[in-house]
């Protein structure tokens, strides 16, 4: 457990924001399934928020079930940053994120993101602006620098640190890497024992024992997880067993199937046509999905479909066959941890045919 300002992250595993992934659908799911103390949004741009564009402020809705959780927003101008700070105070999160980390090509050309790292100054007056105007805890998500000649982590740290940023998380690549390569604990450590301030770890953490390797080695603060979560969205709450002194238990065939169906009737009950909701399982399919000795075969399937209810029939079919060719009972989890159905509703199509007044039970 480590706090940012009041609020108290625990346990101290922290879901990376990602950009069409990490929706109120993908926050409450991994939520519900246990072991994540922060969840953020997938980010926002300030010009968006601050003109008002519908689709972009759409993506900032959350529950309070998703609680604790930050809204992250990027840009490069200082009083568009602080007025959309202003706006996300407004919604009142429990936190809000700068992106000064992110290396896609199209947040460096509008100096935003990771082209931060380039101009110091700059991104000294946009944390100031920026905590100027909230009551939340402020924190600052950056990267190692702009490529290894220019390595400046620390001294963005430190800025963050005297502007008074309640924590950083650093993302231990540059941004020429991407996401290629290998992420340098050792940096984290550098920057853990730089600052007084929460340091809070990212890079290549792929497994629950990644996330205690990673505390042991480093000595940061918090774990943050983000694309091993698209694999195996239960590897918080591995994590936190592991962390916890109890043994982590993988996921059944029948968790996957439940979680599958589960949160493909919520995206099909929120999206605004069949095709985009087809378009968004056929890619988590190949997450969930990673790992089972026939997963391909499903994920074959699954690009030849062309309606949601064909979709349903060949998870429901692919997981029936894996249990009979190992000879396990077809039957739910035992837990005591509860999968309501969220507000909108999953649809009649999607429930058992006693549904009860709770969706399946996820571990």
């Known amino acids: 457990m480590f706090r940012l300002e009041t609020l108290s992250v625990d346990p101290p595993l922290i879901l990376a924001p990602m950009a069409g992934i990490t929706d109120h659908l993908y926050r ?17 741009s300030s010009e968006a928020i601050t003109r008002g564009n519908a689709r972009q402020l759409a993506k900032m809705f959350f529950s309070d079930e998703e609680r604790p959780l930050s809204i992250q927003i990027y840009g490069s101008d200082p009083e568009r940053m602080s007025a959309a700070a202003e706006i996300v105070a407004e919604l009142a999160p429990d936190a809000c994120d700068i992106n000064m980390g992110c290396p896609a090509n199209k947040v460096l050309k509008g100096c935003a993101g990771a082209a931060l790292m380039g101009d110091l100054p700059l991104a000294r007056r946009i944390v100031r602006d920026v905590k100027r105007r909230l009551s939340i805890p402020l924190t600052v998500k950056f990267r190692l620098g702009l490529d290894e000649s220019r390595k400046n982590f620390l001294d963005l740290g430190k800025i963050c ?49 990644d996330v205690a390797t990673m505390l042991r080695e480093t000595g940061c603060d918090g774990v943050m997880i983000g694309r091993a979560t698209m694999k195996n969205p239960w590897i918080f709450r591995q994590a936190a067993d592991l962390l916890a002194g109890r043994a982590p238990r993988e996921a059944t065939d029948v968790e996957r199937r439940d979680l599958i169906l589960w949160h493909f009737g919520q995206i099909e009950a929120t999206a605004r046509d069949p095709r985009e909701a087809l378009h968004k399982l056929r890619t988590m ?9 026939n997963g391909r075969a499903l994920k074959v399937k699954i690009s030849e479909l062309a309606t949601p209810a064909a979709f349903r029939e060949a998870v429901v079919e692919f997981f029936a066959a894996e249990s009979a060719e190992s000879q396990a009972p077809e039957t739910g989890p035992v837990s ?26 996820l571990l």
Do not use: C
């Not at 399919?285 to 000795?293: F, K, M, P, S, V």
């Open 28 to 44: 409450l799911m991994l939520r519900r399934i246990g072991g994540v103390g922060l969840v953020t949004m997938e980010f926002i």
């Open 161 to 209: 640190e005297d502007e008074g940023a309640a924590a950083v998380a650093l993302h231990a690549r540059t941004a020429r890497q991407m996401y290629t390569g290998r992420a340098v604990r050792d940096e984290i450590a550098q920057l853990k024992s730089h600052l007084a301030i929460p340091v809070i770890g990212n890079g290549d953490v792929e497994t629950p024992g």
């Open 285 to 293: 399919t190949g997450w969930y999905t990673h790992g089972l000795g």
């Open 336 to 361: 005591g941890i509860a999968f309501p159905e969220s507000e909108s509703g999953a649809g009649p199509e999607f429930r058992k045919p006693d549904p009860g007044p709770q969706m399946p039970v």
